[in-house]
Antibody
Framework: QVQLVQSGTEVKKPGDSVKVSCKSS????????ISWVRQAPGQGLEWMGW????????DYAQKVQGRVSMTTDTFTRTAYMELRSLTSEDTAIYFC???????????????????WGQGTLVTVSS | QSVLTQPPSVSAAPGQKVTISCSGT????????VSWYQQLPGTAPKLLIY???KRPSGIPDRFSGSKSGTSATLGITGLQTGDEADYYC???????????FGEGTKVTVL
């Protein structure tokens, strides 16, 4: 069955960088992308961006643009999300999710996150 | 503040029905497909509904989705204690060029 397994808990200081990994299994990696979604304590879901499993193309949310880099290693089927210049506002659980998206014939965007990693807690504190 | 608007909470007795609304604009819900996610306490979200009204395999037909104009609705019938969770709607926003989510709705089974 499809599985996404993420790296473990991270504790960082303000100004540091963090790199979270997400290893996929049991599906054709190039047929899907990986999105990263974070959730601050007690808060809702926030989409950070997407990377294609086919060609590594990326699309980042404006809020983290310039601080985030998403990469992928197709041989190990692992996606990475690096976030730089951390502040306390980046304290959150970071999830990766398998992402299938397309535009239909009428131009409507369809997107589904059908499998999720278990989440990685990143705590930023001095 | 989230781009999509959901009620903070809904509740009903076991066996009853609840509906959760998701209100957006022509930039998101009005012109793109909506998906719904269930997040049980301490776990990752789970896809419940995609493309407004489609259920992934394994999701019981007690869960249903619909959309009209700039609003979408998730329905849960035959409410069970195991349905107590937070529920989020999501859609692509063509102005923000980003996926946007609602603030989440907590379902309580009385």
């Amino acid at each position: 069955q499809v599985q996404l397994v993420q790296s473990g808990t991270e504790v960082k200081k303000p100004g540091d960088s963090v790199k979270v990994s997400c290893k996929s299994s049991e599906y054709t990696y190039a047929d899907f992308g990986i999105s990263w979604v974070r959730q601050a304590p007690g808060q809702g879901l926030e989409w950070m961006g997407w990377i294609s499993g086919y060609n590594g193309k990326t699309d980042y949310a404006q809020k983290v643009q310039g601080r985030v880099s998403m990469t992928t290693d197709t041989f190990t089927r692992t996606a990475y999300m690096e976030l730089r210049s951390l502040t306390s506002e980046d304290t959150a659980i970071y999830f990766c999710a398998r992402d299938l998206n397309w535009f239909d014939s009428s131009g409507q965007h369809s997107r589904k996150f059908d499998f999720w990693g278990q989440g990685t807690l990143v705590t930023v504190s001095s | 503040q989230s781009v999509l608007t959901q009620p903070p909470s809904v509740s009903a007795a076991p066996g009853q029905k609840v509906t959760i609304s998701c209100s957006g604009t022509s930039s998101n819900v009005g012109k793109n497909y909506v998906s719904w996610y269930q997040q049980l306490p301490g776990t990752a979200p789970k896809l419940l509904i995609y493309d407004n009204d489609k259920r992934p395999s394994g999701i019981p037909d007690r869960f249903s989705g619909s959309k009209s104009g700039t609003s979408a609705t998730l329905g849960i019938t035959g409410l069970q204690t195991g349905d107590e969770a937070d529920y989020y709607c999501g859609a692509w926003d063509r102005s923000l060029t980003a996926v946007v989510f609602g603030e989440g709705t907590k379902v309580t089974v009385l």
